[in-house]
Nanobody, 119 residues
Framework: QVQLMESGGGLVQAGGSLRLSCAAS????????LGWFRQAPGKQRELVAT???????VYADSVRGRFTISKDYDRDTAYLIMNRLKSEDTAVYYC?????????????WGQGTLVTVSS
């Protein structure tokens, strides 16, 4: 139905920046939102940021003001620019896509990309 290709994770020092990308592809899909969640060791998966097809963005309190999510509407690609990274941002980041495949709701996840912030 939909394939999500994530890229951009890696190792960065505290205070540094990274950019994550998530490209969605598939036939007969209509996306209503793209976003990023993260899961740190021993913790539950949590929302980082999400952006709707209309451009409305929502951020977790812990990242607001440091992270920015944007979307390339022509390519169904979302970007997460992460600035002033902290050690507590270390986690596996998962792309999430929501929308419809024909008329069926879809809720798809990427394979995850590891972000490690060293202090």
């Amino acid at each position: 139905q939909v394939q999500l290709m994530e890229s951009g994770g890696g190792l960065v020092q505290a205070g540094g920046s990274l950019r994550l990308s998530c490209a969605a592809s598939g036939s007969d899909i209509r996306l209503t939102a793209l976003g990023w969640f993260r899961q740190a060791p021993g913790k539950q998966r949590e929302l980082v940021a999400t952006i709707t097809s209309g451009g409305f963005a929502v951020y977790a309190d812990s990242v607001r003001g440091r992270f920015t999510i944007s979307k390339d509407y022509d390519r169904d690609t979302a970007y997460l620019i992460m600035n002033r990274l902290k050690s507590e941002d270390t986690a596996v980041y998962y792309c999430n896509a929501r929308g419809f495949y024909y008329t069926e709701p879809l809720d798809a996840w990427g394979q995850g990309t590891l972000v490690t912030v060293s202090s």
